[in-house]
């Protein structure tokens, strides 16, 4: 057997007036990230895992943001794609950790939505899934509400 892990990391400015999605769902915010995608940074980390511990480079070099096929995309969609390339491959996902760092809106309410929303597009088990979040105790970006950043760590198997 064959087992891969790969680390993804991500960050997006944030902004008055924009959506915020956030592990494929929408949270009520009156700000969200700023991107040529939807900006959704637990969906780009988990593309980054995914695709490095593939041996796949990362989500910028297949879809790239001067590409006007991805502006506005669901990020969503994106990670389907990814697990189509790296199940061709012949790997399957053991599970993926991701870590939020964001200052608020406080995130653990949205959690297990974001789980079954995840678990729905990588058709594996929400159990495969975790998600945390935490701040950065107003340091740096993060803690002055300018961005958000986030981690994840993904372990695949090849038989």
């Known amino acids: 057997m064959k087992i891969r892990v790969g680390q993804g990391y991500d960050v997006h400015r944030l902004e008055e007036g924009r959506p915020f999605w956030l592990g494929g769902i929408q949270i009520p915010s009156t700000f969200g990230p700023v991107g040529h995608s939807d900006a959704d940074v637990?969906?780009?980390?988990?593309?980054?895992?995914?695709?490095?511990?593939?041996?796949?480079?990362?989500?910028g070099y297949h879809f790239s943001d001067k590409d006007p096929r991805w502006k506005g995309i669901d990020s969503k969609l994106l990670l389907a794609e990814v697990l189509r390339m790296v199940r061709g491959a012949g790997y399957e996902?053991?599970?993926?950790?991701?870590?939020?760092v964001l200052q608020e809106p406080k995130l653990n309410p949205h959690i297990p939505v974001m789980k079954t929303c995840l678990a729905e597009v990588m058709a594996i088990p929400e159990d495969d899934i975790s998600i945390k979040a935490t701040t950065s105790e107003h340091i740096g970006f993060v803690g002055r509400g300018e961005g958000i950043a986030a981690h994840c760590v993904a372990l695949i198997f090849r038989d």
Request: hydrophobic share 55%.
């Open 42 to 59: 637990v969906c780009h980390v988990l593309c980054d895992a995914l695709l490095g511990a593939a041996n796949m480079r990362n989500i």
């Open 93 to 100: 996902i053991s599970n993926v950790d991701v870590t939020v």
